[in-house]
């Protein structure tokens, strides 16, 4: 009889437990979900890494700015990192500064190397290191302040190892104004280019500027009318186009960018690329996103 009693106790009180909810299943899936890429972006990255490898140098710069606007991707960052080591100058300068507004620390090693090149990228790699948080390239911008003086406070002028000539302070501050253009110049350069190509389509320029303004547009017409806009006739608006659509595209855009991978000018090639990646990432992100507080990832109907 006692243990009876015992009995119904012990089950009464876990009637007035509340039940919990199961614990959450320990997830198998592999940890490096970038490494499971799609054909079209496989394509995709095989086409920017030949315009890295690509002999002319514009071809390189344009694939540079294109992988810029993935963002801080790993793999974007260091095949960018690469163009730091280009025997050109003008590719080492897209590379440092792509590199500082891509936002990823990982290029801070890389950026410190550049310090030592020439005038000009050191200067910008001095300014993208600073926008990462890296204050190296001090010594750089506390030279250019004081230019030819010899007045400066604190005897900087004294304690600066490596001197430069009034001309290469002059480069360098000429490289900081025309090269850093604030947020959102990643591939500005190259679209700039494209608009000055227009060989009498007056209305490019405008065409070009209606998709950088309409990527930012809420409406889903502004998505429709901006793919529809893809097989535009004049290659600067197909460039500033396929920029817009890695901004404000979805899975299905990545598509009909595919067939840009084809383009007959290497920048629109390389931007569609890129913004092929960059719309397969957002795929990854937004399944990887919780649900609101009380759903669960399956709706079942309650009575």
Request: aromatic fraction near 4%; include cysteine; hydrophobic fraction near 40%.
């Amino acid at each position: 009889m006692k243990y009876t009693v015992v009995l119904i106790a012990l089950f009464v009180a876990a009637g007035t437990i509340s039940p919990q909810p199961p614990a959450k299943p320990i997830s198998t899936a592999t940890p490096n979900v970038r490494s499971l890429q799609t054909p079209a972006e496989m394509t995709a990255w095989d086409t920017l890494k030949k315009g890295l490898a690509e002999t002319d140098a514009a071809h390189r710069k344009t694939a540079i700015a294109a992988i810029g606007t993935i963002g801080p991707n790993s793999e974007a960052v260091q095949l960018v990192a690469e163009g730091l080591k280009d025997k050109n100058t003008e590719v080492r300068l897209t590379a440092a500064n792509t590199l500082g507004e891509m936002g990823s620390p990982e290029a801070i090693p890389d950026l410190k190397t550049a310090l030592d090149d020439n005038p000009q990228v050191s200067f910008i790699a001095a300014k993208a290191l600073w926008n990462l948080g890296d204050q190296s390239g001090r010594e750089i911008f506390q030279q250019v302040l004081e230019g030819e003086r010899k007045d400066a406070p604190s005897k900087i002028h004294s304690a600066i190892k490596k001197k430069l000539t009034p001309g290469q302070m002059a480069l360098m501050g000429a490289e900081g104004a025309g090269s850093l253009l604030g947020p959102g110049s990643i591939a500005i350069t190259a679209i700039h280019e494209a608009v000055k190509d227009t060989k009498g389509d007056a209305g490019a320029p405008g065409r070009a500027e209606a998709a950088g303004i309409l990527a930012k547009d809420q409406d889903a017409y502004a998505l429709t009318l901006l793919e529809w806009a893809l097989d535009d006739h004049n290659w600067a608006v197909r460039l500033a186009v396929a920029k817009a659509l890695g901004d404000c595209g979805n899975q299905n855009t990545i598509t009909k960018l595919s067939p840009l991978l084809n383009d007959d000018r290497h920048a629109v090639r390389y931007m569609a690329a890129a913004s092929m990646i960059k719309l397969s990432g957002k795929e990854i992100s937004a399944a990887r996103r919780p649900l609101p507080t009380g759903q669960s990832g399956s709706q079942t109907s309650q009575p």
